[in-house]
Antibody
Framework: QVQLVESGGDLVNLGGSLRLSCEASGFTFSHFYMNWVRQSPGKGLECLAYISSSSLTIYYADSVKGRFTISRDNAKNSLYLQMNSLRAEDTAVYYC???????????WGQGTLVTVSS | QSVLTQPPSASGTPGQSVSISCSGVRSNIGNKNVYWYQQFPGTAPKLLISRNDQRRSGVPERFSGSKSGNSASLAISGLQSEDEATYFCAAWDTGLGATVFGGGTKLTVL
């Protein structure tokens, strides 16, 4: 069965950095787009970034462009999100999600909590 | 403030039918498929309905989706206590080039 397991969430200071990881299993990782979606009480669900199977297509939401970097390692079945210059409004639960044929999220990980503290 | 608009809450008694609306614009719902997700507190969203009206494997027939113009609806018939959850709609937005979501509707089974 499809499994996505995020890790790396933590309490970090304003302006700090964090790297999230997502380990995938149960499907051919290299065939699918992958997404990072966050959920915060103030802004609901937000698709932050996605990356195509070959890493040739990458998208960032305006809210994280220039600060976050999405990447993947198909040999390790892993997705990453490097987060720099963290702000208070980045506090949220971060989910990795597999994209279906139309790149809508179909399977989600359990989420990892990022708290940015001043 | 989410791109797609949903009512923040809905309610019904066991056995009743409820409908949750989701409205957008031409660049998202108007031209693209709508997906529906169910989320229980402390857990990840789970995909219920894909491509407007396609139930995922294992989802009870009580759940159905529909779309018309720039709006979509999730209908739940024969409401059960275990249906108490938050429901989100989603659609691809051609302007943004990404999936956008509704703010979620918290369904209470009275």
């Amino acid at each position: 069965q499809v499994q996505l397991v995020e890790s790396g969430g933590d309490l970090v200071n304003l302006g700090g950095s964090l790297r999230l990881s997502c380990e995938a299993s149960g499907f051919t990782f290299s065939h699918f787009y992958m997404n990072w979606v966050r959920q915060s009480p103030g802004k609901g669900l937000e698709c932050l970034a996605y990356i195509s199977s070959s890493s040739l297509t990458i998208y960032y939401a305006d809210s994280v462009k220039g600060r976050f970097t999405i990447s993947r390692d198909n040999a390790k079945n892993s997705l990453y999100l490097q987060m720099n210059s963290l702000r208070a409004e980045d506090t949220a639960v971060y989910y990795c999600a597999r994209g279906d044929g139309d790149n809508y999220p179909d399977y989600w990980g359990q989420g990892t909590l990022v708290t940015v503290s001043s | 403030q989410s791109v797609l608009t949903q009512p923040p809450s809905a309610s019904g008694t066991p056995g009743q039918s409820v409908s949750i609306s989701c409205s957008g614009v031409r660049s998202n719902i108007g031209n693209k498929n709508v997906y529906w997700y169910q989320q229980f507190p402390g857990t990840a969203p789970k995909l219920l309905i894909s491509r407007n009206d396609q139930r995922r494997s294992g989802v009870p027939e009580r759940f159905s989706g529909s779309k018309s113009g720039n709006s979509a609806s999730l209908a739940i018939s024969g409401l059960q206590s275990e249906d108490e959850a938050t429901y989100f709609c989603a659609a691809w937005d051609t302007g943004l080039g990404a999936t956008v979501f509704g703010g979620g509707t918290k369904l209470t089974v009275l």
